[in-house]
């Protein structure tokens, strides 16, 4: 007498993936970089008074070369929140948005409940050389655009900080001051008041930020 099983045969057995690695467990060497020409038909929002946003970054962070500054503002343009952090990392997309992202789950909740993102996070990066685009860069814009998605928030600009000044990168606007380097401005002369509707001003929400 013979006896069949009821149970389906047993399945392969999946492996859970490490980051960074395909189906296989082989290592993924795709480039996690966005080019110029991606970032710039991202649709990515200009930033109204750039120059307003680098400098009061630039004076609440005070970065060095190899750090990041990453930041939320409001529809207004207000800064609802920030974090400051060293590279730790190789360049790779991969690392900078769990970096990122990292930052931005301790400094504010998440808006994934919203159909439409409402905030958005910009990202000042200080380093060497000058303003012209470099692989880096590209792997920069990629992190900070998958942190964006994973923390519901619009991705906005990247912006990166070099001896020469700043530039808004895929947009072409940029300054001499603040450069990397350079004595930060006090913050109090770098918040212009936020005009009210209906009239009136009153100071920018400047929340505090983490490091």
Request: overall charge positive.
């Amino acid at each position: 007498m013979t006896f069949e099983s009821t149970q389906p045969p047993p399945g392969p057995v999946e492996r859970p993936r490490r980051p960074g690695t395909d189906f296989f467990g082989h290592q993924d060497t795709a480039p996690r970089l966005l080019e110029p020409a991606e970032w710039a038909s991202a649709g990515i929002p200009l930033l109204r008074d750039p120059r307003q946003v680098v400098g009061g970054l630039y004076s609440r962070h005070s970065p060095t070369p190899e750090t990041a500054v990453v930041a939320v503002f409001d529809p207004e343009e207000r800064l609802q929140a920030s974090a400051s952090f060293r590279r730790s990392s190789a360049p790779d997309g991969w690392a900078f948005r769990n970096a990122l992202l990292d930052r931005l789950r301790r400094v504010i909740p998440h808006d994934l409940r919203r159909r439409t993102p409402v905030r958005t996070a910009v990202l000042l990066y200080c380093r060497a050389g000058d303003g012209r685009w470099t692989a880096e860069d590209g792997a920069w814009m990629w992190g900070l655009r998958d942190a964006c998605t994973l923390h519901g928030l619009r991705c906005g600009a990247y912006i990166t900080l070099t001896p020469e000044g700043w530039r808004v990168q895929g947009e072409g606007r940029g300054g001499r001051s603040p450069r990397s380097g350079s004595a930060p401005a006090p913050l109090e002369e770098t918040e212009a008041p936020y005009v009210r509707p209906g009239g009136g001003t009153r100071s920018p929400m400047w929340r505090a930020a983490a490091r």
